[in-house]
């Protein structure tokens, strides 16, 4: 208990003292758009979309789509490998996976699952596994999706996930008091950071995060402990996406790319 408690506070005394510099956001672009979603983009020059809930793949010579009007409504999609994409559809319990021209290669039920399993968050992992967050257990699951098998790791949470997140290799979630935690494929729970409010925020890795509040962006780098402020003109908006120094946002009207350079 001690040691938790002097790691909030080691926290807690980083967000005191640490002061922000100014980061410059440049604008390179902006694409017309009048989807319903911006759910972000790869290194190969394609962004993907949501409009109708069908599932769109573009870029400046191609447009590509995916839609099955079986499952109900998208409810997530994991960007995390462009050469394999997970859509969810929550209210069917089922996971689709799709190649990069958008074909279904897999179609997962997870009602059918020996155990039952209800899904309120999923991601890619590595070794062929999904990340799956359960709500019955409110445990993480790895499900295997070539030998259709899941083992819950980690402890089971006491609190609701206010935020969540994945990549291949860690599992990322906020809790109502905003903490920060990291979960990796073997179930070794880290505490990352103590949060400040936010309206909106992406997690990057362990040691980065990037959040939006009251007109600003902060870039948060808690290794060594560092903090980059911008503004963009932009002042309401739906979401954005970072990647590389890259920033994406999205409005009801366009696309616009910022390069953001970080001193």
Known sequence: ?????????????????????????LKTDAIAFAGDAFLGSDSFGYYYTLENNVFYKKNNQTTLEYKNIYLGKITQVALQNPLKIALFY????????????????????????????????I???????????????????????????????????????QHAQSDFNYFYWIDPNQIAYSCDLFGNIRLLAKIPDYEKIQILSKQQYIYYQKGRFFYVDTDPQKSFEFEIPEKSFQNFYY???????????????????IP
Request: glycine share 0%; aromatic share 12%; hydrophobic share 45%.
């Open 90 to 121: 929550e209210s069917f319990a089922t996971i689709i996976l799709l190649d990069n021209q958008l074909n279904e290669i897999q179609k997962i039920n997870l009602n059918q699952n020996s155990t039952p399993i209800a899904a309120t968050h």
């Open 1 to 25: 208990m001690k040691k938790v408690f002097l790691m909030l506070f080691t926290l807690w005394f980083w967000a005191v003292l640490s002061q922000n510099t100014e980061a410059i956001a």
């Open 243 to 261: 990647k590389d120094q890259n920033l994406a946002i999205f409005t009801t009207k366009e696309i616009s790319n910022y390069k953001i350079i």
């Open 123 to 161: 991601g890619m992992a590595a070794q062929n596994q999904l990340w799956i967050y359960d709500s019955l257990s409110q445990q993480i699951v790895l499900y295997n999706y070539l030998k259709n098998s899941c083992r819950f790791i980690a402890t089971p949470f006491v609190d609701p996930l």
